[in-house]
């Protein structure tokens, strides 16, 4: 039996949430992409040397081991700050999720999620530079190449993704509100 929950939307109409069910998708769609994301990792450091490019699709999109010890298209900062990153969106998911009211929205969520962790496993458990084994200084596996810039990975797949989704989820909502 799933249970829903009416909640009134700021026009006073009341929206079905999926209750219990909301929880369940973001958490599965969550640690599916973590999955997914950590073994493409793994296989790209198995397989893959670094700064060495292997065509895919033509000469502009192929593999290319690189480790990322900024965030996303390269921007600078310390590991600690990402880490950071990663609590404040766990607990924005862990708290909007008895709140979702579609299943566009739990999925974002769940995108998101995975993003952030899926990076955040990368900078707990894997180290640094060669001779720098600092413990939470590890660097993120990236090896999706795309021209000559970005270089990216599931994780970041992820968290574009979740937050178009996310956006799309909101632009739809904010239209029905207004129609």
Do not use: C
Request: no cysteine.
């Amino acid at each position: 039996m799933v249970t829903t929950m009416a909640v009134p939307t700021r026009s006073g109409e009341s929206i079905g949430l999926p209750g219990p069910l909301a929880g369940w998708v973001v958490a599965v769609v969550a640690a599916s992409a973590v999955i997914l994301d950590q073994a493409t990792k793994h296989l790209a450091v198995s397989y893959l040397r670094e700064g060495r490019t292997v065509a895919w699709l033509g000469d502009g999109i192929g593999w290319q081991l690189v480790f990322n010890d900024g965030g996303a298209f390269g921007i600078g900062g310390p590991s600690a700050f990402f880490l950071v990153v990663t609590v404040v969106v766990t607990a924005i998911v862990i708290r909007q999720t008895p709140h979702i009211g579609a299943d566009l929205a739990a999925w974002a969520y769940g995108l998101l999620l995975a993003g952030a962790w899926g990076n955040a496993l990368d900078r707990i458990f894997r180290t640094g530079d060669p001779g720098d084994s600092r413990y939470l200084h590890g660097h993120v596996v990236d090896f999706v190449a795309w021209g000559t810039w970005p270089r990216f990975n599931i994780a970041d797949v992820a968290i574009t993704f979740g937050f178009v989704l996310l956006v799309a989820q909101l632009w739809s909502e904010e239209r029905a509100e207004t129609s």
